[in-house]
């Protein structure tokens, strides 16, 4: 099993172990690093190497904000980058209580990567193809992304789960 943190996080894994397959063909990745998972996924696949599970957690999902969002989301990180991660953090574990989580070095390239992102439906219907088993979960309370786009967009290629009253971080309490 391969794991893909979130923007700004490191060792947040653990949030996520009740969901994960422990397989040694399985790649998961949270928020904005379940695009790197998928990436990893397609790479690792036209080297010849075998992946059966691809776990998306709260997937980074922006495609369905507009750009005046994304600027202010930029504008806001380079005015204070301390601030917006602060903000960041306590809006992935809203409605609920902040928790302790670990950060990483984090630069501008990445949140703008993150915002811009544009999943590629034909390229996640080649994993299926392929045998690839897609998983995404997502929180219904989540204030980072929008739930319903999210699983609006994946439902034809993956098995969505649905977290009632999860956050971000699909805690429910």
Same mark, same amino acid.
């Given at each position: 099993? #391969? !794991?893909? &943190? +979130?923007f700004s996080l490191q060792n947040e894994v653990n949030f996520f172990e009740s969901f994960m397959d422990q397989g040694d063909y399985s790649i998961c990745g949270f928020s904005y690093g379940a695009i790197k998972a998928f990436e990893y996924v397609q790479k690792a696949l036209q080297n010849g190497n075998r992946v059966d599970r691809l776990q998306l957690f709260s997937p980074a999902f922006f495609q &369905? #904000?507009?750009? #005046?969002f994304k600027r202010l989301q930029l504008m806001a990180y380079r005015k204070n980058e301390d601030e917006y991660l602060r903000q960041f953090i306590n809006a992935c574990f809203l409605p609920y209580e902040r928790r302790d989580v670990e950060h990483s070095v984090t630069v501008l390239e990445e949140l703008e990567e993150l915002l811009m992102y544009e999943w590629d439906k034909d390229a996640l219907k080649a994993l299926v193809k392929k +045998? $690839? $088993? =897609? /998983? $995404? !979960?997502? +929180? +219904? /309370?989540?204030? =980072? $992304?929008n739930s319903a786009a999210v699983k609006e967009f994946f439902l034809d290629v993956a098995t969505v789960t649905y977290v009632k009253n999860g956050n971000h971080f699909l805690l429910t309490e």
């Open positions: 099993m #391969k !794991y893909f &943190s +979130g &369905s #904000k507009d750009a #005046k +045998g $690839v $088993v =897609i /998983e $995404v !979960y997502l +929180g +219904g /309370e989540d204030q =980072i $992304v």
